[in-house]
Each structure stands twice: as structure tokens, then as C-alpha cells.
């Protein structure tokens, strides 16, 4: 199977609505869960609130407005994307209601009262600019279970730098956008979750600290981050560069980090570079490791 095959499932199976499905699984169990015993009744009335207002109303309308205006299931032309972002507000406020209304778990709710927020923020950022709506989309429920399960919620963030090769190898995003699209969706579902917490007096036990939080999330960014500075600057070893400051960087999460918060680093940073391995020269990062 070539490279475009695999970028093409990839970039598929991470659309917001279809990715959404398995990790909102995961997050409704573990919420679900009451002194590591499933509370069935609670999931089963979780799940589907959660699959209807963030993957099955979301998914209609992007195929139903792409078979409208004639264009790819990805809505490739920003302009074109409005209708669907507005859609989707109003699909994940609609489901804050009805789990406000079903007196449903104070996370869930938050989360989707993030997703709509968030969702918003993605829409004013379109006007201008066509910022990743894949990687906002995987960013927003891994940042929520990392807010749940710590190292184990941020390790399913391996799948960033990969979403990002697919994204740009099939020329549906610049780099740079792909890139900050889990950015912000990392970072506005953390802040946003402690925020709306304080607000509106909707106590949540148990979730890993704001602070931690954000070691997580920066553990995630850095290395792809890095990686997209080097591929638009002029530095002519470029490789060079960026070795020394993964290793830099590798020593001061070492010397200050919890272990949990470098494991993650590391395991973001291999994954970056393998896919990077992988994509070959179609891809800007495997140039900038392999500039001399």
C-alpha cells in the first residue's frame, strides 16, 4: 500500500466525527466508572448522548453540505466550511442541554460546552485562516482524557505528528496549520474545562491537575512544534538544530519534569521522527532531519 493509501485512511479515521466514537467511548467509561466498578446505567445513557451530538448529527451534515456544493468529504475550500462550523456549535450546545436536562456527569457536559466553544474559536479562526479542523478534532478528547487518565490519556497523542504527516502529504493543510490545530485543541479544552468547572460550580473529582495538565500538553507540542519552526526557517543545518535542542530540551524535562511528563516527550518525539523516516522527501520534516 503506498504512502497517499495510508495518509488517506489516516486522514479518514481521525475526521472529528469518526475518531470522536472511540475515544468518546473511552470517556464515558471511565466517568462511568465508580470505585472501579462500570455503572452501566450511567454509561448507557452517556454513550449515546455523546454519539448522537458529536459524531452522528456533525457526520450527516458534512455529507450532506459536501453532496450539496459538490465537493470531497473534507470540505477542502475554507470558505465552504462555515456552514458545517455552525452546525457543529449548535449540535454540541443542543447536547449540553440535553445532558443539562438529564442531569448527566458535570465532565460530560463541560466537554461538550468545550466542544461548542471550541468549535466557535475554529470557525472565527476560518474566516481567515484555514487552520486544521482534523487535529482540532483529536486534540479536544485527548486533552480530555488526559484530564482523566493522565499518561495514559496522553499517550494516545502518538497519533498527532501522524494526523499532521497525512494532513499536509495530502495537501489539505499547510504545515503549519495542521500543527495548530491540536495545539489549540489541546490547550482551550484544558483551560476551558477548569474554567467552565469554576464558573458555573460544576465540581469534578478526580481529574489531573490543571498544571500537570499542561506538562502533558507541552510534552505532546514541543517536538512537532519545533519540527515546523525548523521547516520554515532558513537555518542551514537544520538537522543539527534540531538534535541539539531535542536533546537540550530531553535533559531539562529529565532534570524538572515528573518521569510520567518525559516519557511522553520521548514517545512523541520517536513517533515525529519515524513517521518523519517514513513520509520520505514528500514530507518537509524528513528534510529538515536529513539537512547536512
Known sequence: MNKVKIAKIVSTMTQPPIICMPLFLIINYVISCENGVLNVNKFIVCEPISLVFTSILPMAIILLWAKIINTDNDISIRQDRYVPLVVGIVSYFIGVLVSLFLNLDNFLILLLLCYSVNTGVVLLITTKWKISVHTTGISGPIAALILLLGPAGAAIALIYPIVIWSRVLLKKHTLAQAICGGVQGFFLTV????????????????????????????????????????????????????????????????????????????????????ISSYAGEDFVWFRVLKSS
Open 191 to 274: 483551560l476551558e474545562m477548569y474554567l467552565f468547572m469554576n464558573i458555573f460550580n460544576m465540581p469534578i473529582y478526580g481529574m489531573v491537575s490543571l498544571e500537570m495538565s499542561i506538562l502533558y500538553i507541552l510534552a505532546i507540542i514541543i517536538t512537532p512544534v519545533i519540527l515546523g519552526i525548523l521547516s520554515y526557517s532558513s537555518i542551514a543545518k537544520k538537522s543539527i538544530a534540531f538534535y541539539i535542542s531535542t536533546l537540550i530540551i530531553l535533559i531539562g524535562f529529565v532534570l524538572i519534569m515528573p518521569l510520567e511528563v518525559t516519557a511522553i516527550y520521548v514517545l512523541i518525539s520517536v513517533t515525529s521522527i519515524l
